[in-house]
């Protein structure tokens, strides 16, 4: 049994063809990527809302740490 084959805490990721560990290590993502991957294959599935936000914060990281963006809830789209 691969360990791709078992998920701990509930089966959202079963259906995908690809998982998102499996994309996140492939095309050698950073942390902040990975968790974007993965909050975005999974938010219809489990937690919907929280995990959009949880998207939205980690876009935050990537522009205060990668871009130096102090305030980045503060730019206009």
Do not use: W
Not at 6 to 22: A, L, M, N, R
Not at 55 to 64: A, E, G, S, T
């Amino acid at each position: 049994m691969s360990a791709l084959d078992e998920q701990v805490q509930g089966s959202h990721y079963k259906s995908c063809f690809i998982q998102p560990i499996e994309y996140i290590t492939l095309n050698k993502l950073t942390f902040s990527q990975g968790n974007i991957i993965k909050y975005a294959t999974r938010y219809k599935d489990k937690n919907g809302v929280e995990d959009l936000m949880k998207i939205k914060h980690y876009v935050d990281l990537i522009l205060q740490l990668e871009y130096g963006i102090e305030n980045p809830k503060g730019l206009e789209y």
